[in-house]
């Protein structure tokens, strides 16, 4: 006879819930969604596309998560039904597998939903720019660093983030100098924001016809990408606009017009650049856009005089590292700062980061507060 006991795992599961039905306020959540019905209800909500977009995705979002905190309510409840099937009578072991495999998903849901419960930081909820900038190691920094690029962008794909890719400076022999995505998706910053830091790679270098082992870095920058109402203003005399060529892999025209816009803020030396649309018009606001995010961040910063608290100074070379990518001489990927790590470098480079990334917003949330 079957006697399938986890009672006490259930128990566990269901006060994690309840933890987590609270930190969310769910009476909140359909607040906002009915209030968000109406706004897309509007008959002229299209008059403003990004407007419209922002009302379109933030509603979708918060279904979302009710629709999930839903879900795992009934799950639960399915969940006891099923054990109390496994154990009356003579037992059904098919009942009894099915309850068990439902346990350990539900701990896993319920596990990342706890980590997404604590992004409650000032900018968290916000979308985010990345950038990813080559460091010491020279060609095999660059390669690392596209490698890094493409880990980002198939960790977004594989969540459904929309991600845009606003400039990438190519190296001259291989991979990338830097990249700067744009990830616009609720939570992103808060999300990504542990992903900020210096990274390592260790392997045999492809680029050494003597085939050493070599070390290189890349470093990752997060800010939270700011709201088009917000106001950073930036007085013209405070910055200098240049326009160039577009270009690829190679140096090739991907554009025939000076379409490409680089801004330098003068009074921190803060530069972006975006060659991503085809005018030269739309580059200038992207990249204002990003400056501005940036400034916001360097505010953000001096506001609390501290700069660990967001991306902080990134130098990329020894010493610095927060991850390190081992392909040699044995597999691996280990946080520094929290110790997680995983013996297949392929599965996370492509992609494979929640592990990594829940690992580190509970690290973030019980570190001390300097």
């Not at 190519?170 to 910053?189: H, N, R, V, W």
């Not at 660990?308 to 044995?330: C, H, N």
Request: hydrophobic letters at 40%.
């Amino acid at each position: 006879m079957i006697e399938l006991d986890i009672s006490e795992q259930i128990a566990a599961l269901r006060a994690t819930f309840g933890d987590i039905r609270a930190v969310i306020d769910i009476d909140q959540l359909r607040t906002d969604i009915a209030d968000l019905n109406d706004q897309a209800g509007a008959p002229d909500l299209w008059d403003d596309s990004e407007h419209a977009q922002k009302v379109t995705s933030d509603l979708s979002h918060r279904q979302s998560e009710l629709a999930r905190i839903e879900s795992i309510e009934s799950r639960l409840d399915d969940l006891e039904v099923l054990v109390e099937m496994a154990n009356d009578g003579e037992g059904d072991e098919e009942s009894a597998e099915e309850a068990t495999i439902e346990l350990a998903s539900l701990q896993k849901v319920l596990g990342e939903l706890e980590v997404h419960t604590l992004l409650n930081g000032e900018f968290d909820e916000r979308p985010a720019v990345m950038t990813i900038r080559s460091g010491a190691g020279g060609v095999d920094a660059a390669d690392f660093a596209e490698m890094l690029m493409r880990m980002y962008l198939r960790w977004a794909e594989q969540h459904d983030y929309p991600v845009t890719v606003l400039d990438v400076g190519y190296a001259e022999e291989a991979g990338i100098k830097s990249a700067t995505l744009q990830i616009d998706s609720p939570y992103a910053f808060g999300t990504l924001s542990v992903e900020a830091g210096t990274h390592r790679l260790v392997r045999m270098s492809p680029f050494n016809s003597a085939g050493k082992r070599q070390t290189s870095f890349a470093a990752v920058e997060v800010v939270p990408l700011i709201e088009q109402t917000e106001s950073i203003e930036i007085p013209d005399t405070d910055i200098r606009v240049d326009v160039f060529r577009s270009s690829g892999p190679g140096g090739q025209s991907v554009n025939t017009t000076d379409s490409a816009v680089r801004i330098t803020h003068l009074p921190t030396g803060t530069v972006v650049s975006c060659q991503n649309e085809k005018s030269q018009i739309q580059n200038r606001a992207a990249a204002m856009r990003v400056l501005q995010s940036r400034l916001l961040l360097i505010q953000r910063e001096q506001e609390a005089a501290t700069k660990k608290e967001f991306a902080g100074v990134i130098t990329a070379s020894w010493g610095d590292q927060m991850r390190s990518y081992v392909l040699a001489p044995y597999q691996m990927v280990k946080d520094l700062r929290t110790n997680y790590e995983v013996n297949n470098p392929t599965q996370v480079f492509d992609g494979d980061l929640d592990g990594f990334i829940a690992a580190g917003i509970r690290w973030r949330k019980q570190a001390p507060q300097d």
